[in-house]
């Protein structure tokens, strides 16, 4: 059967909501799609595509995840693909640091390139990682989260946890026009980090920590403890990719942080922040 020349989207099984407001951003259609999981844990995908362009839009954040868009880019043989991968996991392992070891990120890149026309994310973890691309358009969501702490906030100081996001906060602090500052990050082991404080004064003051990741958690409730050492009012934190491995979410709140806001590039209960129209404004450019 050929296809007939427009553009629909596939909301991947990660990504129902955001995929959902960039179709609707772009006033586009979505695809129909079924996705089932057999009881041995295996995944069935059917697609029907009577379009030959099409949007998918499948974040990274687990294994499954991961085959589930093997099976949607088989599923869409002969189509062009918009791969939009809105949290790209695997991005940590962006180097051989033992020899013999695979780098994942590059595995990864590979997979999805393969089959993609264009690929679209939002703040891959490290800037090695984008030298494995050669059709990645990356997108920065620091510009939106400070435009949305300028609204929902008063008076605030915006921390880095390290020196790694201080180019991240700048920018967001930049849109929200507040302070901004980094504290000093050593890590112990995967789970463990230690912080010494900065010159931040932060005494009676509303204090953001904003990072790109939220994973085991270890960094925000360290964080946040030694800014509440410190005299801070109230602390809160956001984050890009709420990942929230290990019950992290419990152990943010139980460590007094006020609250827990990201954006929903990974669909939580705490994506106040859309990426949305950035994804459809790129999308929409023309190459
Ligand atoms: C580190 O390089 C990142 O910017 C984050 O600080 C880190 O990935 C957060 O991980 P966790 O929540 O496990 O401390």
Redesign the pocket.
Known sequence: MSKIHYMKVLLGTSSPQLGARVAKSLGLGILDCEYKKFPDGEFYVRIRAENDDVIVVQSLRSNDDVVVLNLIFDALEDCNITAVIPYFGYA?QDKKFQEGESVSIRALARFVEGYADRVISVNL?SEESKRYFNKLKEIDAMPIIGKWLKNNFDDFVLIS??Y??YERVRTSAKYASCEFDYLE?KRIS??K?EITPKEVDVRDKVVIIL???????????TAGKILQEMGAKEVYAVCVHA?F?NF?LNKLYQSGIREVVSTDTIEKITSKISVAEEIAREIAKKE
Not at 211 to 221: A, H
Request: net charge negative.
């Open positions: 940590r973890h946890p390290d790694g996001s990050k995967a789970e980090v990072d790109d990741i939220i994973s085991t958690g270890g960094t925000i409730v990942v491995a992290a």
